[in-house]
């Protein structure tokens, strides 16, 4: 499974309003195979080799496995303050987004792993995908004092929280 990132803000209203996205791409059988249709029919029409009905189909299955292999999910948006609209905020910003989505920081963790692209603007975002090394529990103090001995369910955020773990960094 490959991901790809796609983040813009804009202020509006005093606020910085905070949109990310994501696009999925699972490898599925035949996906290979269809993303050679675009350049086989093209130089079919090009050399004169044209059978309408046969390129229509080429296209439509092309088509069918494009939409079949990709997933666009739109995370919950997000208002920064104006005054709080840094490098630094965005990532936190980020973060809290991908948290309430996964469900864990451990989950965080390996969703960034499967990301390979980050797409922005040349505003302040574009500074999000070369952000890495924050330790995640300076960044998010409070998601510390969940947990709790009885509570096996909060044992994954405290672990990670407390260990030092980093942005972008694999967990042993």
Not at 10 to 18: E, T
Not at 19 to 25: N, Y
Not at 30 to 53: F, H, N, Y
Not at 86 to 115: F, I
């Amino acid at each position: 499974m490959l991901r790809y990132l796609l983040a813009d803000s804009s202020p509006i209203g005093g606020c910085d309003f905070f949109v990310l996205e994501s696009l999925t791409a699972a490898i599925l059988n035949g996906l290979p195979e269809s993303m050679d249709v675009p350049i086989k029919t093209r130089k079919a029409s090009v050399e004169g080799e044209v059978d309408e009905e046969r390129l229509r189909e080429l296209r439509q299955r092309h088509g069918q496995n494009m939409l079949a292999a990709i997933r666009r999910h739109v995370f919950p948006p997000a208002l920064i303050g104006s005054r709080r609209a840094s490098l630094v905020h965005k990532v936190h910003c980020m973060l809290h987004q991908l948290r309430l989505e996964c469900g864990s920081w451990r989950a965080v963790n390996d969703y960034l792993q499967t990301v390979i692209s980050f797409t922005t603007d040349h505003g302040t975002e574009a500074g999000l995908a070369d952000f890495v090394g924050v330790e995640i529990a300076k960044m998010f103090p409070y998601w510390q004092q969940t947990y709790t001995p009885e509570d096996e369910s909060t044992l994954d955020d405290f672990g990670l929280a407390g260990s030092g773990t980093k942005v972008g960094q694999g967990l042993d």
